[in-house]
C-alpha cells in the first residue's frame, strides 16, 4: 500500500488558537522576521530572540490539539502516512502522532551552538542557559529553523514524496521554500495532490483537487472518506 503524504503548516494549528505567521500587516506576532527567525537577527539581538520563543513555548501549555491533528492520527493508525509539518508546536505528537518530521524544528528542543547537542526543553531560554551535554553557558539556541537555514529531514522528505500514492497539503501559504516545492515534485511525478485550506494560495494552481474550509472539519471528513476507502 502506498503512503499518504501529508503537509501541514500554521492552518492546521490555528483552531487550537496558535497565531498563523503572515497577517496581513506582514508582520509575526508584531516582530519583523528578520528580528527574530533569521540567524543574524539572533547574534543581533539574542534577548529579544530568546524571549519571542519564550513566550510561544510558554503558550504551547494552554492550546489543545483540534480536530484535524486528531483525524491525521486517527489516519496515521490505519494507513501509511508520512506526515511532515513545518509548524514548531508539539500538537501533532499530543493528538497521538508517532512519526512527525519537524522540517522547521521545534520550540519544546534546543540546540547548542558550542558542541551541536540537541535536547528537550521546555522552560525558558536566555543567553546564560547551559548546555546539559557540554555544559558550557551562553551558546544555547532555539531548535529552530531560521530564514537561510537548511530544514531537517529534507533527505527523508524527498525521498518520501516521489514514493506517495498521495500528496496533500493542509493549512501553508504555500509562500516558504522548500516545502512550498513539494507539491510541484510530487505532481511531476504523476502523483495526485489535494489542497485542504479555506482560501487559495498562491501554489493552488498546482494542485488537482481542492477543499476549502478550515482542517477541523474538513480533515476528519477527507479521513473518514479514505478510511472507508472512498
Ligand atoms: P502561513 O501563516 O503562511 O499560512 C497559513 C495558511 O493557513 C494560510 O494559507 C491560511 O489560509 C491557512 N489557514 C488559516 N486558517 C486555517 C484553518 N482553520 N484551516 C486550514 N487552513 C487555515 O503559514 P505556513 O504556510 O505554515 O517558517 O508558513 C510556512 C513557514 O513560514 C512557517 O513554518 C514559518 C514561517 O515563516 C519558519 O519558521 C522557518
Known sequence: MKSIFILTGAGVS?????????????????????DVATPEGFERDPELVHAFYNERRRRLSSVTPNAAHLAIARLQRAHPVTLVTQNVDDLHERSGSAQVIHMHGELLKARCERCGAVAE??????VSSSCGHCRTKGGM???????????????????????????????????????????????????????????ETGISGVFDEHRRGPAGTVVPFWVEEILRGS
Open 14 to 34: 490555528a483552531e487550537s488558537g496558535v497565531p498563523t505567521f503572515r497577517a496581513a500587516d506582514g508582520l509575526w506576532e508584531g516582530h519583523r522576521v528578520e
Open 121 to 126: 526543553w521546555s522552560g525558558d531560554m536566555g
Open 141 to 199: 539556541r532555539p531548535h529552530i529553523v531560521w530564514f537561510g537555514e537548511m530544514p531537517f529531514g529534507m533527505d527523508a522528505i524527498d525521498a518520501a514524496i516521489v514514493s506517495a500514492g498521495l500528496f496533500v497539503a493542509v493549512g501553508t501559504s504555500g509562500n516558504v521554500y522548500p516545502a512550498a516545492g513539494f507539491a510541484s515534485i510530487a505532481a511531476a511525478h504523476g502523483i495526485p495532490t489535494l489542497e485542504i485550506n479555506p482560501d
